[in-house]
Structures are given as structure tokens and as C-alpha cells.
């Protein structure tokens, strides 16, 4: 049984960045992608990883499939409805795994019931309770959520969950959908439930929050303090809408406070910087400089009084250390003079283990950048080594760009590019540079598409900082794509950011082709 008591000190972290996360509008990643972030949140060690909702596309049914066989440590979670094609084919996507559970959920608030569900709440219960009843058929770890429970009707709540336990949930999850509860009243909501739901001993209680009121962590951590045992978040507090409880600061703020919260959490927090990087690098999504946490300025102090404390005892304005979280402070700063070895080195100690070929490769782009760069920084070596890690089926590789700007004369470019070993080359002009090579290389590979969004960044300081661009594309379909380019020369990394998009794209579509999605889910939670 894995029922947990408010008086058990760990809190299970539960991550839903592959799920409700990619529900963030143009956040989508592909199936690789997918494994590559799910291995990384095993290595953060996160309990569960929500890995996808099965019924909702083939490409989500894939990815959880996937994981499921490849990722080790964490339970897998396919979401599902309670409809009982659905159960089945989220455990059809999860059953390889060592410890796969089913998470079903169906709305229990007045307007949910009655305007999306079009149920009287006695179906509701029944729907529940049957769902609960088939998943635990197939699995020894079902978790239900009543979706929308925050405004949901108190009587009616505990009435759903002590019936959805006594059928053999072993997590129930009462979800703050649409980001509306307050901490306290949140807090006092869990309390009530474990106190008045008969059997609440037998399940652990977990929370999910979203954050339309910019309230989501405050209500994770009050309702742990009432007992909540499992949290429901995602790294960088990606989601729906405003999004979910983010992953890292929960966690720290557990970690921080410990005087008060009295609890902990299985996570290695060494591990969150890495993953979250990881994760603003396959969406596309960039973190703001002021996040708590992972923000380029979370530990940064500009002035001079805070500079000054800090210099004398970093307590005097830090309440954690860079380094917990997996911010690298060593001073091993490599450089041209560096070889192989020390390369190897740096990256282990950055946690990458790369296999030869793809370690000469990334060697052989390190030397490239030290021609042109004195010291090459951690943040060059990862920028660098994510982008060759950006795991994309190569319909087109970019071989050379050239451009003429500036003055008055147009801006030109002329692009080769490798299409199935044929090399096809295109001349374009246009407003600017970045202008001129984006229709050469639209031009090349026959797509109408459209830029959503294009940003480029400093990795670090310096005149010869290395530029990243994040280029978002979508087609008639909506669907959005992005990929990013890491490079000295900025209309360099800017091509090669459309090309991976692009790549991205005709891959999604060569799936769609294969393979024609089952069905789409009419309503995702
Ligand atoms: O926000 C929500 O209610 C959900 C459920 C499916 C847990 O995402
Ligand atoms: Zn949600």
C-alpha cells in the first residue's frame, strides 16, 4: 500500500512537463525529444513522470510508449479519461515499463459537470469509480484526479475521492484547474479532505495547480503543510495557459525552508539547472532573467551594497547556493591549448557522457570556437553540445550561407544546402540579412510556412560571446516547431535555428503521413 501520512517527511514529486507542459500553446516536442527530457528527469530523480496523454495522437501515444520501455527509476503515468477506450490505450502505452500508473480524471465542478461533461453527478461518480476499478485491473498504482475539484462542491468532492479509494486509487490528485484557489483556502481544502474522507489513509494526497493568479507554488507548498504528500509541477513552470506549479521552485523552497516545511523531496538538485536548460532549449521557451531559481539573475547581484555583502559572507543576500541547483562555479575555463582529455573532463563534469563519434564531433566544434573565441566558457560547452545533442532526421543540412548587407545596396544571400546528398543552392533578396537567407531556404525546401517568433541571445558576456537563436515556425496546420542555433556569426546560428525548425516540420509530417492519428481527444485537462 502506498498510502503516506501527513506525518511522513517525503514529498513525491511528480513531473507533467511532457504532459500538461507541452499543453503550453506552441510548445511541442518531438518523440526524441521526449525520451531525452524523460532520461534527464530520471536523473534528477523526480518519483513520476506524467509522460503523455495516449489517446490524445499517435505521436503522444509513441512518446509515452517510448519512455515507458527506456526510462528506468520513476513511474511512468499515462493520462487518461474514464472512458474505458482510453484506460486501455494508456496502458497499452505504459505496460512495458518496471512501474507504469494509470492517471484517470473526469470533472467534478457544477459547470463542468453540467456544460462540457453533460453528466448529472451520480454518472460522475459512476464513471470514476469504474475507471479506477478497470485501471487497477491492469495496474498496482492508479491515481484519479476530479478535475476542476477547487471549484468543486465540498460534500461532493469527499464523496468522490473516499469512493474512487475504497475502489483502489492508491494517489488521488485534486487539481486547482484553472488556477483560481488562495493558499490558505487551498491549504484548509486538503486538510478538510484528509480529515473527513474516511479512508484518505489508504491513498497518498497530491496536488496539481496551475497558475493563472501567479499562485500555483504558494498553493503546492500550503497544501503539503496540510498534508499533501505528492506534487503535481513542471520545470520552468511550463503549462497551460499561465501555466503549472514549477518544479524547482517548490523544490527549493522545501529545501530552504526545511525549519518550516519539516519535509523533503527525493530530487538531486544538482540536476535542475541542466534540466531546465534542457527543457527552454527543445521548446524554444526562454526563461526570464528574473526566475526564481533558474532566471539568468537569480543569483546575480548588480549593486554595489549587495555586491559588497556578499563579497564579505554570501549570506548576507544569498539564501542558496549557486551550486545546489547545478550552477557550475569551478574555474576551469578551457581554451585553445585545451585538448581532448580536458574537453572529456569538462563535459563529465557538466554531465554529458557522449559516445566517440558524437564526442569528436563536439570536439571538433570546441576547437573551431576556441580559433575564434579566448576562453571558452560552461555556458559555451553546453550551448554547444545541446545543439549537436538535438536529436532531428536531417531532410536538408545547411553546408554554406553567404550574405552581402549594409549601405544601401539590398541585402542578398545565396544558401547551399545538402538534400539527400543532391546540393541544391538559392540566391534571395531581402530586407535584411536574416530576411534574404530565410527565403532562400524556404525557397529550397518548398515550404510555406510562417516565423512566429525569432529571438537571439547572448550566451554570455563579451564581444565574442556566442549568439543563440530560437527560431518558431508553423504551416497552415498551426502546429508550431522551433529550433535553435548556437553559433559565433548570427545569421549562422539564425539558419541554422529555420533549418532544424523546417526539419522538424517535414518530419512531423512524414508521421502524420505514416501513420494517421487514431483520434483526437476532444478535451486534455
Ligand atoms: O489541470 C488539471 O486539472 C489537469 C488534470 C488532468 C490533472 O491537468
Ligand atoms: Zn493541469
Avoid at 506524467?50 to 495522437?57: D, K
Wanted: charged residues 25%; glycine residues 8%; neutral net charge.
Amino acid at each position: 500500500m502506498n498510502a503516506k501520512s501527513k506525518t511522513d517527511d517525503t514529498v513525491y514529486i511528480f513531473d507533467t512537463t511532457l504532459r500538461d507542459g507541452e499543453q503550453s500553446p506552441g510548445c511541442t516536442m518531438n518523440v526524441q525529444e521526449k525520451l531525452k527530457l524523460a532520461l534527464q528527469l530520471a536523473k534528477l530523480n523526480v518519483d513520476a513522470i506524467e509522460a503523455g496523454f495516449p489517446m490524445s495522437s499517435q505521436g503522444d501515444f509513441d512518446a509515452v510508449e517510448l519512455i515507458a520501455r527506456n526510462v528506468y527509476g520513476p513511474a511512468i503515468v499515462g493520462l487518461c479519461r474514464t472512458g474505458f477506450a482510453d484506460i486501455d490505450r494508456a496502458w497499452n502505452a505504459i505496460k512495458a515499463s518496471e512501474r507504469p500508473r494509470i492517471h484517470t480524471f473526469i470533472a467534478t465542478s457544477p459547470v463542468h459537470m453540467k456544460k462540457k461533461l453533460e453528466m448529472t453527478p451520480r454518472q460522475v461518480v459512476k464513471a470514476a469509480v469504474e475507471a479506477v476499478k478497470r485501471a487497477r485491473g491492469y495496474c498496482d498504482e492508479v491515481e484519479f484526479s476530479p478535475e476542476d475539484a477547487s471549484r468543486s462542491e465540498f460534500d461532493f468532492l469527499a464523496e468522490v475521492v473516499e469512493k474512487v479509494i475504497a475502489a483502489g486509487a492508491t494517489h488521488v490528485n485534486i487539481p486547482d484547474t484553472v488556477g483560481y484557489a488562495i493558499p490558505e483556502e487551498f491549504g484548509k481544502l486538503i486538510g478538510n479532505l484528509i480529515k473527513k474522507v474516511p479512508n484518505s489513509g489508504r491513498a497518498v494526497f497530491s496536488v496539481h495547480c496551475h497558475n493563472d493568479l501567479g499562485l500555483a507554488v504558494a498553493n503546492s507548498l500550503a497544501a503539503i503543510r496540510n498534508g499533501a504528500r505528492q506534487v503535481e509541477c513542471t520545470i520552468n513552470g511550463l503549462g497551460e495557459r499561465a501555466g503549472n506549479a514549477s518544479l524547482e521552485e517548490i523544490v527549493m523552497a522545501i529545501y530552504t525552508r526545511h525549519d518550516l516545511m519539516g519535509v523533503k523531496t527525493n530530487i538531486i538538485t544538482q540536476e535542475i539547472y541542466r534540466t531546465s536548460r534542457m527543457v527552454s532549449k527543445i521548446t524554444g521557451f526562454t526563461v526570464q532573467p528574473n526566475k526564481a531559481i533558474v532566471g539568468r539573475n537569480a543569483f546575480a547581484h548588480e549593486a554595489g551594497i549587495h555586491q559588497h555583502g556578499v563579497l564579505r559572507d554570501k549570506r548576507t543576500y544569498e539564501i542558496m547556493d549557486a551550486e545546489t541547483i547545478g550552477i557550475a562555479t569551478s574555474s576551469l575555463v578551457l581554451g585553445k591549448h585545451s585538448g581532448r582529455h580536458a574537453f572529456n573532463d569538462k563535459l563529465i563534469e557538466l554531465g554529458y557522457e557522449l559516445d566517440t563519434a558524437m564526442l569528436n564531433k563536439a570536439f571538433s566544434r570546441f576547437k573551431n570556437l576556441c580559433d575564434q573565441k579566448k576562453e571558452v566558457t560552461d555556458d559555451d560547452i553546453q550551448s554547444i553540445i545541446e545543439d549537436e545533442l538535438t536529436v532531428v532526421d536531417e531532410t536538408y543540412r545547411l553546408q554554406s550561407v553567404h550574405v552581402m548587407c549594409g549601405g544601401t545596396a539590398k541585402a542578398t544571400a545565396m544558401i547551399e544546402m545538402l538534400h539527400q546528398s543532391e546540393l541544391l543552392e538559392q540566391a534571395a533578396i531581402g530586407v535584411g540579412p536574416i530576411d534574404a537567407v530565410y527565403q532562400c531556404i524556404r525557397q529550397i525546401a518548398g515550404v510555406d510556412i510562417k516565423l512566429v517568433d525569432f529571438s537571439v541571445k547572448s550566451v554570455t558576456g563579451g564581444m565574442d560571446a556566442l549568439g543563440e537563436v530560437t527560431a518558431r515556425i508553423s504551416d497552415e496546420s498551426g502546429k508550431i516547431f522551433s529550433g535553435r542555433g548556437a553559433e559565433l556569426d548570427i545569421v549562422l546560428a539564425s539558419a541554422k535555428a529555420y533549418v532544424m525548425a523546417i526539419n522538424k516540420l517535414l518530419h512531423w509530417r512524414k508521421g502524420i503521413e505514416a501513420k494517421p492519428a487514431r483520434r483526437k481527444a476532444a478535451a486534455k485537462g
